[in-house]
């Protein structure tokens, strides 16, 4: 029988430093700041352990690449606040708990963007999810003038949803030409009524298509102004 080595070092590593990690939170029972930050990309994160959420004087919380799991018992952040989590894999009922028993969350966030007028996103509108963030976001920045999308799909009907009308400038990044992405093209050059610059940045190492290009150029636009431009970089 083969007995893999690395993966048992690297066992026990992640064992052991979890059990130092443990007693070095538990000896510091009047902690205020705390941050856990990892590499955002690891494959595999790191699971925050249970006695990280037994600190009742925690009033500065981050999470950064890791795995959060609310303990069965946990009473909630009293104290915390200031919450930062970025790229966190974190399961709903843990989400919502961890706002629910915190006494200096807000019940409700309302907040408008209205002096916003520069937007950059990096998204992916074949997730449902993805696609309500973006139209909140939008319908909180009604003074949005420049919208910048990284992604490569389009595929949800947003023309019921009027949250462009103030654009006047898009630039779409990494395109390829797909379906998503030119019904989204088209669905911009009918609904925005001020649009002037329309760019679209060709993906590095993508053949540039003649067949889409002839085909966004006769698409209908709202905005005598609207002008389409092609770049071969992105």
């Given at each position: 029988?083969?007995?893999?080595?690395?993966?048992?070092?690297?066992?026990?590593v992640n064992?052991?430093?979890?059990?130092?990690?443990?007693?070095?939170?538990?000896?510091?029972?009047?902690?205020?700041?705390?941050?856990?930050?990892?590499?955002?990309?690891a494959?595999?994160?790191?699971?925050?352990?249970?006695?990280?959420?037994?600190?009742?004087?925690?009033?500065?919380?981050?999470?950064?690449?890791?795995?959060?799991?609310?303990?069965?018992?946990?009473?909630?952040?009293?104290?915390?606040?200031?919450?930062?989590?970025?790229?966190?894999?974190?399961?709903?009922e843990?989400?919502?708990?961890?706002?629910?028993?915190?006494?200096?969350?807000?019940?409700?966030?309302?907040?408008?963007?209205d002096?916003?007028?520069?937007?950059?996103?990096?998204?992916?509108?074949?997730?449902?999810?993805?696609?309500?963030?973006?139209?909140?976001?939008?319908?909180?920045?009604?003074?949005?003038?420049?919208?910048?999308?990284?992604?490569?799909?389009?595929?949800t009907?947003?023309?019921?949803?009027?949250?462009?009308?103030?654009?006047?400038?898009?630039?779409l990044?990494?395109?390829?030409?797909?379906?998503?992405?030119?019904?989204?093209?088209?669905?911009?050059?009918?609904?925005?009524?001020?649009?002037?610059?329309?760019t679209?940045?060709?993906?590095?190492?993508?053949?540039?298509?003649?067949?889409?290009?002839?085909?966004?150029?006769?698409?209908?636009?709202?905005?005598?102004?609207?002008?389409?431009?092609?770049?071969?970089?992105?």
């Amino acid at each position: 029988m083969e007995v893999d080595t690395s993966t048992l070092m690297i066992d026990l590593v992640n064992f052991v430093t979890a059990a130092l990690f443990l007693h070095n939170v538990l000896s510091r029972q009047n902690l205020n700041d705390f941050a856990l930050l990892f590499n955002a990309y690891a494959w595999d994160t790191y699971r925050v352990p249970a006695c990280l959420f037994s600190l009742r004087t925690l009033r500065t919380l981050a999470f950064k690449g890791c795995t959060l799991r609310l303990p069965s018992q946990f009473e909630g952040f009293n104290n915390v606040v200031v919450l930062k989590l970025l790229s966190v894999t974190i399961m709903d009922e843990t989400f919502e708990n961890l706002f629910l028993t915190m006494d200096t969350a807000p019940e409700r966030l309302d907040i408008d963007f209205d002096r916003l007028t520069y937007i950059e996103l990096f998204a992916n509108f074949k997730d449902l999810k993805e696609i309500v963030v973006v139209l909140c976001l939008c319908r909180s920045s009604p003074a949005s003038e420049n919208f910048e999308y990284y992604g490569n799909y389009w595929a949800t009907l947003l023309c019921k949803e009027d949250v462009l009308h103030g654009l006047r400038t898009l630039s779409l990044s990494r395109f390829t030409g797909g379906r998503h992405e030119v019904a989204f093209t088209e669905f911009v050059l009918f609904s925005t009524m001020v649009l002037e610059t329309l760019t679209i940045k060709w993906k590095k190492g993508c053949a540039k298509k003649s067949h889409v290009v002839e085909k966004i150029k006769q698409f209908k636009r709202s905005s005598s102004k609207a002008n389409v431009r092609f770049s071969s970089q992105a």
